[in-house]
Protein backbone atom coordinates (compact mmCIF):
# COMPACT_ATOMS: atom_id res chain seq x y z
CA UNK A 1 0.00 0.00 0.00
CA UNK A 2 1.18 3.37 -0.93
CA UNK A 3 2.34 5.25 1.93
CA UNK A 4 -0.89 8.05 2.37
CA UNK A 5 1.18 11.08 2.96
CA UNK A 6 3.02 10.78 -0.64
CA UNK A 7 1.12 13.13 -2.01
CA UNK A 8 1.92 15.96 0.02
CA UNK A 9 5.45 14.91 0.28
CA UNK A 10 5.69 14.94 -3.34
CA UNK A 11 3.78 18.70 -3.41
CA UNK A 12 6.29 19.96 -0.29
CA UNK A 13 8.94 19.29 -2.64
CA UNK A 14 7.53 20.99 -5.53
CA UNK A 15 6.57 24.01 -3.29
CA UNK A 16 10.33 24.17 -2.28
CA UNK A 17 12.07 24.33 -5.70
CA UNK A 18 9.58 24.76 -8.65
CA UNK A 19 12.01 24.50 -11.39
CA UNK A 20 14.11 21.68 -10.15
CA UNK A 21 15.16 18.55 -11.90
CA UNK A 22 13.37 16.14 -9.15
CA UNK A 23 10.35 18.35 -9.24
CA UNK A 24 9.66 18.03 -12.82
CA UNK A 25 10.28 14.88 -13.18
CA UNK A 26 7.81 14.00 -10.69
CA UNK A 27 5.11 16.70 -12.09
CA UNK A 28 5.81 15.04 -15.08
CA UNK A 29 5.05 11.09 -13.59
CA UNK A 30 2.05 12.40 -11.94
CA UNK A 31 0.35 13.96 -15.68
CA UNK A 32 1.37 10.55 -16.93
CA UNK A 33 -0.10 8.44 -14.05
CA UNK A 34 -3.76 10.16 -15.01
CA UNK A 35 -3.83 8.83 -18.66
CA UNK A 36 -4.33 4.78 -18.02
CA UNK A 37 -6.16 4.86 -21.01
CA UNK A 38 -2.32 5.65 -22.91
CA UNK A 39 -0.50 3.25 -20.32
CA UNK A 40 1.11 6.03 -18.34
CA UNK A 41 3.82 6.48 -20.63
CA UNK A 42 6.93 7.45 -18.50
CA UNK A 43 10.15 7.47 -19.66
CA UNK A 44 11.22 4.94 -16.67
CA UNK A 45 15.16 5.80 -16.89
CA UNK A 46 14.53 9.34 -16.06
CA UNK A 47 13.99 7.71 -12.27
CA UNK A 48 17.83 7.36 -12.45
CA UNK A 49 17.79 11.82 -12.30
CA UNK A 50 16.44 10.87 -8.74
CA UNK A 51 18.23 11.38 -5.99
CA UNK A 52 16.94 7.86 -3.82
CA UNK A 53 14.41 9.76 -1.34
CA UNK A 54 12.66 11.60 -4.52
CA UNK A 55 12.56 8.14 -6.11
CA UNK A 56 10.81 6.61 -2.96
CA UNK A 57 8.30 9.51 -3.95
CA UNK A 58 7.57 8.77 -7.09
CA UNK A 59 7.10 5.01 -6.25
CA UNK A 60 4.86 5.92 -3.88
CA UNK A 61 2.84 7.89 -6.57
CA UNK A 62 3.00 4.60 -8.56
CA UNK A 63 1.71 3.05 -5.86
CA UNK A 64 -1.59 4.99 -5.63
CA UNK A 65 -1.96 4.68 -9.47
CA UNK A 66 -2.25 0.41 -8.07
CA UNK A 67 -4.24 1.69 -5.09
CA UNK A 68 -6.88 3.47 -7.32
CA UNK A 69 -6.25 6.47 -6.00
CA UNK A 70 -5.32 8.25 -9.03
CA UNK A 71 -8.09 10.88 -10.12
CA UNK A 72 -9.89 11.24 -6.70
CA UNK A 73 -10.46 14.26 -4.63
CA UNK A 74 -6.66 14.30 -2.77
CA UNK A 75 -4.85 13.71 -6.07
CA UNK A 76 -7.04 15.93 -7.93
CA UNK A 77 -6.54 18.86 -5.22
CA UNK A 78 -3.07 18.13 -5.25
CA UNK A 79 -2.41 18.11 -8.83
CA UNK A 80 -4.13 21.02 -8.90
CA UNK A 81 -1.76 22.75 -6.70
CA UNK A 82 1.38 21.32 -8.61
CA UNK A 83 0.04 22.95 -11.76
CA UNK A 84 -0.18 26.09 -10.26
CA UNK A 85 3.10 26.10 -8.86
CA UNK A 86 5.21 24.72 -11.90
CA UNK A 87 3.55 26.97 -14.72
CA UNK A 88 4.19 30.05 -11.77
CA UNK A 89 7.75 29.05 -11.95
CA UNK A 90 8.05 28.64 -15.99
CA UNK A 91 6.80 31.94 -15.82
CA UNK A 92 9.66 33.34 -14.25
CA UNK A 93 11.74 33.11 -17.05
Sequence with gaps: MATPD????????????PESASALTLYALVNTLEY?????L?????????EPQH????YG????????????????AAKARMDDLIRGSASRF
Excluded: Y
Aim: glycine share 8%; net charge negative; proline share 0%.
Design 6 to 17: VLTRTLTLIEAA
Design 55 to 58: RALA
Design 61 to 76: LMDLLVDGEVGGERWT
Design 36 to 40: QNAGC
Design 42 to 50: FKLTKLLDL
